[in-house]
């Protein structure tokens, strides 16, 4: 889906508060596509890391909002390893999760388990996905 960009689009707030959950500056980023080519989740993400830092360079708040990415992301550190701007990616994946969680919306419900799938899950699963996913 296109994007349309102008100044009235751009976010400088949420820029701000992804600069200081994650200690990294984004805009280092020089679009290499390292991140995207070395991710074990890029089939499953309907945004790659490096277009997740363009849309965060451009503070595109509703793009981003509207992106899986970093709720996909396994925080497997690949991306972080490789970048070859030292760009702490993981770190923000979990900002842009943040940003979101502090706000009291969950990603994922708890109470809409279903019993069977509770009973189903492995309960380490359950766990570190509430951690991940919830408030
Ligand atoms: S590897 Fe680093 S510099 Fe390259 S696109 Fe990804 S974040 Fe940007
Ligand atoms: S930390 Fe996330 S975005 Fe980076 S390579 Fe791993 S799964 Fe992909």
């Known amino acids: 889906m296109p ?3 102008s100044l009235r689009t751009i976010d400088n707030q949420l820029q701000q508060k992804v600069r200081e959950i ?3 500056n984004f805009n280092k980023c020089y679009q290499c596509g390292t991140c995207a080519g070395s991710c074990p989740m890029v089939e499953h993400l309907t945004a790659t890391p490096r277009k ?3 849309l965060l360079q451009m503070g595109q708040k509703e793009a981003l909002e509207s992106a899986n990415t970093h709720w996909v992301c396994a925080s497997c ?3 972080m390893v ?3 701007r030292g760009l702490d990616i993981t ?3 979990e900002a ?3 940003v979101v969680l502090r706000q009291n919306i969950n990603r ?3 109470s809409n388990l279903q019993p069977e799938e509770v009973i189903d899950l492995p309960q380490i699963a359950m766990v570190s996905g509430f951690r991940k996913l919830t408030g």
């Open 3 to 5: 994007i349309k960009i």
């Open 22 to 24: 994650s200690g990294q």
């Open 52 to 54: 997740l830092m363009a």
């Open 77 to 79: 550190h690949t991306c």
């Open 82 to 84: 490789r970048c070859p």
């Open 91 to 93: 770190a923000i994946m």
């Open 96 to 98: 842009l999760r943040q």
């Open 108 to 110: 994922i419900e708890p």
